[in-house]
């Protein structure tokens, strides 16, 4: 029962960006407004999300994580609803932000309460289980978007999701209880803040799980970004088959997720994390040369994506837990600055998609071949895969314990 409804309050964030993605169109009609103004909602988000992450986590050291995520979720039921009723790009842009601080209450104390309650190797195991709930979300969201869209129009879109958020807090508040106890929150002071913050990004091997992590996290906004252009523009996918199309990456991912949950009892997280890593750098430097020569046409694109977007069932489950092991009395804070980290890269590919675009698949699949060779390059160059002695967790410092003693591989 935990992993199903900590997976429901992980989709949250992914129904707000898919769900109306087939509406973009439909909304810049209806308002009057240039197609850009209104992706730019999607970009608000994105940056609302990030930072959002860095108010709330540290919140959510210091006052508990229900404390910090009941409210996210009645922010997300009344932000939906008022964009609903949106008039203008400025408005609905607006809201959107707020709409994303929202979010970003709920899914900075997903991780955090895992870590509070399961050693490393465990925790790993429910995030990845958890990954594999809401991996539904993503699947049937553009597909039921274009479905609600067509039959009760684009503001329908946001009232479904404000009636998601209303059952994910019956359920949040019914099933879930405080992870965190008093004796190991954290003060919020200022000083106490930075330091927090400043521990995690000077923590190289941790640094090395979270950029591995957010690059490839970069490459998913690219092809987000680039993709509906690519299939439906260049290649002539109709608008109702591009759902289809962005679903098989999803069922690609929950494939690789499961073989993830089952591998975890044979190889070490690391050993896992490296594969994720190693597999997507292969897949975007085979879907750069696709694009570059035209090799296989649509599913010389496609079959690559597939393989790239598939790989986060290694790399999410397993970064985290491997980067949250070391800041057990700061997990909300850490899980805050490595959401910003992925966010703020998955906004800016986002853009770079946006500015490079040339009427071809080129800079798509060059920004996500980037970011898979960075993903691979980050986790071996910054010591992510060595075992050096390093393991001191910089929370140590302060009285506080892992719940499972660190250990060499």
Known sequence: MLVVVLGILTCLGPMAIDLYLP???????????????IQLTLSAYTVGFA?????????????????VMLP??????????????ADTAVELIAIRVLQAFSGAAIMVCIPAMVRDMFPRKECARILSSILLVMTVAPLVAPILGGQILKFFGWPSLFLFLSLLGGLAFILAFTRLRESLPEDNRSPMKPADLGRAYWNIVSHRKAMSYILAHGFFFGGMFAFISGSPFVYIELFGVSADNYGYLFALNV??????????????????LKSLLLFGCGMACLAG????LNAWTGFG????????????????????????????????????????????????????????????HDGTAVPMTAIMAGCGVLSLAVLVLMGGLRNDGSEETPDDHEGEHTA???KAA
Request: hydrophobic share 55%.
């Open 251 to 268: 069922v690609m991912l929950g494939i690789c997720n499961m073989i993830n949950l089952r591998m975890m009892g044979r190889f070490e």
């Open 23 to 37: 509406a973009l169109p439909a909304i810049a009609k209806a308002m009057g407004e240039p197609l850009g103004r």
């Open 72 to 85: 996210g979720i009645i922010g997300y039921v009344l932000t939906n609803f008022l964009a609903s009723l």
């Open 285 to 288: 430097v085979i879907l750069l």
């Open 404 to 406: 499972e003693p660190l």
């Open 51 to 67: 930072l959002g992450q860095i108010v709330f986590g540290p919140l959510s050291d210091r006052f508990g994580r229900m404390k």
């Open 297 to 356: 046409g649509l599913f010389g694109i496609v079959v690559p994506c597939m393989l790239f977007m598939g790989m986060i069932g290694f790399t999410g489950p397993n970064s985290n837990a491997l980067a949250l092991e070391y800041f057990p009395k700061t997990a909300g804070t850490a899980n805050a600055a490595a959401g910003v980290i992925r966010f703020g890269i998955g906004g800016i590919t986002a853009g770079l998609a946006g500015m490079l």
